[in-house]
């Protein structure tokens, strides 16, 4: 049983930055896509960026590039995301999955694991 742990979340002013981790346990993540998710009340939950099995290759959603960065450890079986110059409108809970990479359109694949319980980060203007 695969299991995701999120971590790293909290509150920070517009303009600040956090360091979000995902931890997986029970898979190794080294040969999938990995990418974060987030999201906000009353939203649906959206893709926020993807990085391939190898690294080598990154994807993020308009509203991110350019402020976030997605990062891998596959012998720690950790994904990274930094996020720099936060606004108010990137509040959401952030989760982490496999996906499937299709540029903005990247989805999270149904058969890795469950989508873990997330990490708050929320942003004040």
């Known amino acids: 049983q695969v299991q995701l742990v999120e971590s790293g979340g909290g509150l920070v002013q517009a303009g600040g930055s956090l360091r979000l981790s995902c931890a997986a346990s029970?898979?190794?993540?080294?040969?999938?896509?990995m990418g974060w998710f987030r999201q906000a009340p009353g939203k649906e939950r959206e893709f926020v960026a993807g990085?391939?099995?190898?690294?080598?290759?990154?994807n993020y959603a308009d509203s991110v590039k350019g402020r976030f960065t997605i990062s891998r450890d596959n012998a720690k079986n950790t994904v990274y995301l930094q996020m720099n110059s936060l606004k108010p409108e990137d509040t959401a809970v952030y989760y982490c999955?496999?996906?499937?990479?299709?540029?903005?359109?990247?989805?999270?694949?149904?058969?890795?694991?469950?989508w873990g319980q997330g990490t708050q980060v929320t942003v004040s203007s």
């Open positions: 999955n496999a996906v499937y990479l299709r540029g903005s359109y990247s989805y999270a694949r149904a058969d890795f694991g469950s």
């Open positions: 029970g898979r190794t993540i080294s040969s999938y896509a």
């Open positions: 990085i391939s099995w190898s690294g080598g290759s990154t």
